[in-house]
């Protein structure tokens, strides 16, 4: 049943974010969450807005929206941009199935009367089921995603999970590493307790990765202030607290953090945000294989269910990992030039699906990508 739906477009956020505050009976991806889309809006990305289906006076779907420049396009997309992934918009879940496509167009119109200076709505990265519930915000169309989630399940246990690649090897590696680390002035892993630390790991972080993407030639998505202190307050205020909602840990070798990763707890799943490694004399000694084998380890002791590593296809990530879950963007113009740009997105995916899914392609490009870094460096 549809039809009787009403489209509402909340530009006050200190009205709107209560309603995200997402109870038993809401179902949400995690970059819809408050805490995500306040400290979004706080610190990186003032122009917000939630675009919501009402049934009466009951929200029955919100849609939290950023509005950004590219080029001479202004777009509307989930508050994260890049950083937001596997998005889910938020559903009343005894509603959820009278949404219906006439309902999401109405909703795109809505967007459109409201803030005419955007030129398209691009929605990117979305799962199509969460909870057992359909996205409906897929009815405006959907293309893949050049880039899938790859996930490993732990409920066989890590043994198993080891299995999965080699496990002999996996620990004989292990115990060499851990050799290494002794000899070079001891180790330990630490996970951020207090505001502190999780902000000292994250500027770690920061930085180390700075490096990585200058040196590939790859553009820093954390170079922005705002995105920085997102991160900041977003991990900041979690750190210590109980239950688990964003993490973030070290491993450290002889005082100095050489592998950092950050990772969100949401409707029982565990997965890494973000990690960098420190490319130092120790980079031989994989560090970030070295955090994962132990993060993984803890993971199956808390029983945890599913460990994600979060968009991006990598052999390292390959290597643990059985699930692979496809994403989906969703993209529709409201002038010529919106429409123009989702043609030209749409073709951009194309070409790089393809080139992703041939793995000496790839591995080229990537080649070409680093060297073009690093030519000015040494001309």
Not at 264 to 289: C, K, R
Request: one cysteine or more; hydrophobic letters at 45%.
């Amino acid at each position: 049943m549809t039809g009787s739906l009403s489209p509402r477009i909340l530009g006050d956020m200190s009205t709107a974010l209560p309603l995200l505050d997402a109870p038993d009976h809401l179902v949400a991806g995690l970059p819809q969450s408050v805490a995500w889309v306040r400290n979004w809006h706080a610190h990186a990305n003032a122009d917000c807005l939630v675009a919501a289906l009402f049934n009466g006076e009951t929200p029955v779907l919100l849609l939290p929206l950023e509005v950004v420049k590219s080029g001479s396009i202004r777009l509307a997309r989930f508050p994260g941009g890049t950083h937001a992934n596997c998005n889910f918009p938020v559903l009343a879940r005894d509603h959820a199935g009278r949404i219906g496509r006439s309902d999401i167009r109405e909703l795109a119109h809505a967007i459109h009367k409201a803030r005419p200076d955007i030129d398209a709505l691009l929605l990117a990265r979305q799962v199509d089921v969460l909870d057992g519930l359909s996205n409906p915000l897929l009815h405006i169309g959907k293309s893949g995603n050049p880039n899938p989630v790859l996930a490993a399940s732990l409920s066989c246990g890590f043994d198993a999970v080891l299995d999965r690649s080699n496990a002999k090897r996996k620990r004989k590696k292990h115990r060499q590493h851990a050799r290494r680390y002794e000899e070079a002035g001891g180790y330990r892993i630490v996970t951020a307790s207090s505001s502190a630390e999780a902000i000292a790991m994250l500027d770690r972080f920061f930085a180390v990765k700075a490096e990585r993407f200058a040196r590939t030639g790859v553009t820093d998505v954390f170079a922005d202030a705002g995105v920085r202190e997102f991160f900041r307050s977003l991990f900041g205020e979690a750190a210590g607290k109980k239950p688990d909602s964003f993490q973030i840990k070290a491993l450290e070798v002889a005082g100095i953090s050489r592998a950092i990763i950050g990772k969100s707890y949401w409707m029982g799943d565990l997965t890494v945000e973000f990690g960098g490694i420190a490319e130092d004399d120790l980079v031989s000694a994989s560090p970030g294989e070295f955090l994962f084998f132990e993060d993984i380890m803890q993971a199956c002791r808390e029983s945890v269910a599913i460990y994600s590593f979060g968009i991006g296809d990598e052999p390292y990530k390959r290597d643990w990992c059985d699930i692979e879950q496809p994403l989906y963007d969703s993209m529709t113009g409201f002038t010529l030039r919106g429409r123009a740009y989702a043609v030209a997105f749409r073709a951009r995916n194309a070409v790089a699906t393809a080139i992703k899914k041939n793995a000496r392609i790839w591995a080229v490009a990537k080649k070409l990508r680093g060297l073009r870094a690093g030519g000015p460096q040494h001309s």
